[in-house]
């Protein structure tokens, strides 16, 4: 017999939102497949925000069609608050609460879920239940939004930018804990203009520009979409020619960027000699060389010609 379908735990279908002149969600369309991370990258203004606070609920469109775990927020909203779990972009907390309170009252407003002490332990906040929510630092605060999101034992999380802000080991922290979610067999629709996070959180990945959705697939179908394995930036005493390096066999292009050039190339150990043999003839001194195999990062500067955060 064939295997069955995977349920599909939101499908977005032409959906468009303006305002005034600004078309900020452009006729797109995607599927969430239960048990995924799907990641919406792109830079800010891209529309990732105003599409998730429409299957969210927060925002009305203006045409097209969403509907969330087969239902709708027209007819079934009661139902959907019940089933979702949302970390908004900036989650603003009352500051004299304690973290329990905190979290006593987002519990009070579900049907079920873990009690709050369980929903702390999760995020790794339970020697805090006592601290009232002003005195957190950044990343404690993002943990008890969290904690909050996940207190009604959600079928589908959101999660918008969830990292922000936070430091390099904040960061982390909650890269683990959407890990654990996932294992856990949550669906989670994750936004972010972070590459490395999506390539390391997601499954599968649409990026965003202008309201439109510009590509979509998993992390390596999208990486091997642009032709490129590795990159290669380098930085010189003196102007280079490039016109002789682009013309190298393998190179599929190289420009300035950011104080270095950069190298879009397909076989490394080649252009790599290559690069340096043609630096020597035009009598240039190599000051600096960096390589790295291609990322999300280089698939958005290819599709669009700048990076993810040139904002």
Known sequence: ??????????????????YRDVQAV??????????????LLGPNGAGKTTTIEICEGLTPADSGV???????????AKELRQRLGIQLQETQLAEKLTVLETLELFRSFFREGPLPA??????????????????????????????????????????D????????????????????FKR???????????????QQLCERIAIMDHGRIIARGTPRELIDSIGIEHIVEFSTAGDVDLAPIRTMAGVKD???????????????????????G????????????????????DVFVALTGRHLRDE
């Open 1 to 18: 017999m064939p295997s069955a379908s995977p349920r599909v735990a939101l499908r977005v279908d032409n959906l468009k939102k303006a």
């Open 118 to 159: 369980e929903a702390l332990a999760l995020v790794q906040l339970d020697e805090k239940r006592h601290a009232r929510v002003g005195g957190l630092s950044g990343g404690q605060k993002q943990r008890l939004a969290l904690a909050c999101a996940l207190v009604g034992n959600p079928d589908l999380l959101f999660l």
């Open 278 to 297: 043609e630096l020597g003839r035009q009598k240039l001194a190599l000051t600096e060389l960096r390589t790295h195999s291609a990322t999300l990062e």
């Open 66 to 76: 969403v509907e969330v775990l087969g239902l709708r927020w027209e007819t079934d």
């Open 254 to 276: 190289v420009h300035p960027a950011g104080g270095f050039f950069e190298m879009q190339v397909t076989e490394l150990h080649t252009c790599v000699p290559a690069l340096v």
């Open 161 to 180: 930018e969830p990292t922000t802000g936070l430091d390099p080991q904040a960061r982390r922290q909650l890269w683990d804990l959407i890990q654990q």
């Open 26 to 39: 452009d006729g797109i369309h995607f599927e969430l497949v239960a048990g995924e991370c799907f990641g």
């Open 184 to 198: 856990d067999g949550r669906t989670i629709l994750l936004t972010t203009h972070y590459m490395d996070e999506a």
